[in-house]
């Protein structure tokens, strides 16, 4: 194919549909264009110069202002970017995704012995994990819907849509921000556990539902690796178990249409429940279907 036109290729639905995600990383690889050839800017090249690549992204992102939202959504994905001008902040912005399994698991048991300490029998264990649990996933899908795609377009407003998700839709693949800092994750823990404390009124039950709440955090970020950097049957040597791929890959498939198709719908990462009652769950046939409609509509504006 080099020197031809790939438009009716691109264009095609054999073997497979190409997404704008592929149109842009497409577009991200050109290395020239042939002579005489007319040349219609692409809307990711009319971005181009608003941003370098090479530099820390930091400020820039702020002074993208009202163009911050049009220029995140003209990127391809990136496999890596500097975020701060300074290296030691920028090497602590930085950690394995299995951080959490070293230090979440010890506040996960301590808070299940501090309520059996206190006299909290099994069913009330159990009871106050599975409302931690439900918390977590309302908590998580809250964040998601309402403050990761919160819009934005002033200085102060990018910078914080950028920590908060804009990071990771631009770098979705980069294992070492994966996770938050662990600093900024005992923070939050130390608050949601006097927060439970505090709304229980102090009985024994308030560390259980933190247990609940904490495993739900580790699920999230487990389960987040896997849909980005498995295939979803197994990790390294370790295979799962059939339930268990088959929900990764279900999820995975839900997560990738948030990320390259459609990120106004699916916005549970480690479970489903509330897009379904909710309805923002979509498939990727739909998401697909949305996307072409979306383009159609657009060429007629």
């Not at 497409?26 to 007319?38: I, K, N, P, Q, Y």
């Not at 309402?146 to 770098?171: K, P």
């Not at 923070?187 to 039950?205: Q, R, V």
């Not at 904490?214 to 049957?233: P, Q, R, W």
């Amino acid at each position: 194919m080099v020197g031809k036109d790939i438009s009716e290729v691109m264009h095609s639905e054999a073997p497979h549909k190409h997404t704008e995600y592929a149109w842009r990383v497409l577009e991200s690889l050109r290395v020239g264009t042939l002579m005489d050839a007319v040349v219609t800017k692409t809307e990711r090249q009319k971005y181009d110069s608003m941003v370098d690549v090479n530099a820390p992204f930091l400020w820039q992102m702020g002074d993208l202002g009202e163009n911050y939202h049009g220029w995140m959504a003209s990127q391809p994905v990136v496999r890596n970017l500097t975020i701060f001008p300074w290296k030691a902040v920028e090497d602590l912005s930085r950690y394995p995704w299995w951080w959490i399994w070293f230090a979440m698991p010890p506040s996960i048991a301590y808070g299940i012995t501090t309520a059996s300490a206190a006299g909290l029998g099994l069913s009330g264990i159990l009871a106050g994990v599975a409302l931690g649990l439900c918390v977590w996933i309302a908590l998580e899908y809250a964040l998601h819907r309402f403050v990761f795609h919160i819009e934005a377009g002033t200085y102060g407003m990018n910078i914080f849509h950028f920590f908060a998700h804009g990071l990771h839709h631009l770098t979705p693949h980069d294992t070492s921000r994966l996770t938050f800092p662990p600093p900024f994750v005992f923070i939050l823990a130390t608050l949601f556990w006097n927060s439970f404390k505090l709304i229980l009124m102090g009985h024994p039950i308030y560390s259980t539902v933190f247990s609940g709440f904490a495993s739900g955090y580790v699920m999230y970020d487990t389960t987040h690796f896997l849909y980005h950097h498995t295939d979803g049957t197994g990790y390294g040597p370790l295979r799962f178990p059939k339930f268990f791929t088959s929900y990764l890959k279900f999820m995975k498939s839900c997560h990738n249409v948030h990320h390259f198709i459609n990120d106004d719908c699916n916005f549970g990462v480690s479970s489903p429940i509330l897009d379904f009652v909710l309805g923002t769950y979509v498939s990727k046939k739909d998401a697909e279907l949305m996307r072409m409609e979306k383009a159609a509509k657009k060429k007629l504006a």
